[in-house]
């Protein structure tokens, strides 16, 4: 079965810490995402690559890099974390048909 | 913008009770937005529910409808007999690739 997995499940880290959060795919898909969710609230999309090497702005991008190396790999990179970007953190790949495959999510806590 | 909004939860019904879910979006930058219902069960991951990507149209899935009334710009789900398994947490969502989520709506179906 496809499948999206996201690493690490967890992670702590100081204001101005540096973090990567990182996603596989194995749906052989070319288009990709990267979403926050704070409690109470829907999913907002932060970048999105629709393949290797591609990367695109999504709608609260400010904060965040994307980086995505190969087809099932997309990486998202806090370079100076800060409180304001603790939330879950969810990937996922894209088919044709426009369903989105999602990710198990990865807790990220900025003291 | 490209919103969506939705029933504000937590909704509580009865077992074998009937259900709606109100969404309602607006897409100004898509002209012909396809329109989704995801669901994340207690414990698991955000999955797709049901998707329609024609207006007028209906889909369904595991006893629930959602119909797309471009009028009323409106997607709400429905379920005629809700169960206790249909506890979980529901998100409506309109998009064309990156995708629009509403805040979600809890679901709590009492036995």
């Known amino acids: 079965e496809a499948a999206v997995t996201q690493s690490p499940r967890n992670k702590v880290t100081v204001t101005g810490g540096n973090v990567t959060l990182s996603c596989r795919q194995t749906n052989s898909h070319n288009y990709m995402y990267w979403y926050r969710q704070d409690t109470g609230h829907g999913l907002r999309l932060i970048h999105y690559?629709?393949?290797?090497?591609?990367?695109q702005i999504g709608d609260v991008p400010d904060g965040y890099k994307a980086t995505r190396t190969t087809q099932e790999d997309f990486f998202l990179l806090l370079e100076l974390a800060s409180p304001s970007q603790t939330s879950l953190y969810f990937c996922?790949?894209?088919?044709?048909?426009?369903?989105?495959?999602f990710g198990p999510g990865t807790r990220l806590l900025v003291l | 913008g490209d919103s969506v909004t939705q029933t504000e939860g937590p909704v509580t019904v009865s077992e074998s009770e009937s259900l709606i879910i109100n969404c309602t979006y607006s897409a100004t930058s898509i002209a012909y937005p396809n329109l989704f219902w995801y669901v994340r069960y207690p414990g698991e991951g955000l999955q797709l529910l049901l998707k329609v990507i024609t207006a007028g149209q209906k889909g369904s899935s595991r006893g629930f409808e959602a119909t797309y009334n471009k009028e009323t710009t409106s997607f709400h789900l429905q379920k005629a007999s809700v169960q206790e398994s249909d506890s979980a947490v529901y998100y409506c969502a309109l998009g064309e690739g990156g995708i629009f989520f509403g805040d979600g709506t809890q679901l709590v179906v009492k036995p």
């Open positions: 996922a790949s894209r088919d044709w048909g426009d369903t989105q495959y």
């Open positions: 690559s629709y393949g290797a090497g591609n990367l």
